[in-house]
């Protein structure tokens, strides 16, 4: 019998992940078996249990595949040329990457896959996987900014990363619910003023923060 290449058994099982979110966007976490995600995949039993034997297992790899992702979108964005901090640079990508463009299943998906984390304890662990490294790295730039004197000291960085993801899931859910009712190119340059002082105008209120 020929040897199954490396590459054919990466493949089968990006294919079955990607049935999966196809199902997942279709139908939700809940209400999709394994069952549904062999039928379309177009695979027998056997070839999905021998990759993944529940949906959690499915949606730890989603979540891997998710992490890979996020890592070459903090590359590009770590290698621009720009005069913008990293932290500001990375906010205006997380709001404009494929998962809040109109129509994308991806939004579809992490709605669902955020409400199925509030009953299954599994599932709430793998979301947390996910963003634990933007936790993680995202606040140190921040304090970078603080002691170049670019953003007040006295904020704590972790809350200024937490509102800064805060706005992103924000717009993540209005693009499921409404995908052609906002214009995230106009969403990300208010969120840019928030953080740089630019939305205030008038004396009265910029630079208060009570």
């Known amino acids: 019998m020929p040897k199954v290449s490396e590459e054919h058994l990466e493949a089968r099982r990006q294919q079955i992940i990607d049935a999966a979110v196809q199902c997942f966007a279709r139908s939700g976490i809940h209400g999709t078996s394994l069952d549904d995600i062999r039928l379309a995949a177009d695979l ?10 529940s949906k959690e297992d499915i949606i730890d790899a989603l979540r891997e595949r998710s992490v890979e992702e996020d890592a070459e ?3 590009k964005v770590d290698a621009e040329d720009s005069d913008l901090p990293v932290w500001l640079r990375t906010l205006r990508s997380g709001m404009t990457r494929n998962l809040i463009t109109p129509g994308n299943i991806d939004t579809r998906v992490a709605m669902f896959l955020w409400a199925e984390a509030l009953l299954n304890e599994r ?5 947390r996987e996910l963003f634990k490294p933007w936790m993680d790295i995202m606040p140190d730039m921040v304090k970078q900014s603080q ?12 809350a200024i990363i937490f509102v800064m993801s805060s706005i992103a899931i924000g717009a993540t859910a209005h693009m499921a619910w409404e995908p052609d009712e906002h214009d995230i190119d106009a969403a990300v340059e208010v969120a840019e003023a928030l953080f740089t002082g630019s939305f205030w105008t008038g004396e009265k209120l910029k630079g208060k923060s009570k």
């Open 44 to 53: 027998s039993r056997g070839a999905v249990y021998h990759y993944f034997k």
């Open 73 to 75: 979108i903090f590359a």
């Open 123 to 127: 599932v709430l662990n793998s979301q």
């Open 147 to 158: 002691e170049a004197g670019d953003i007040n000291p006295e904020l704590d960085p972790r």
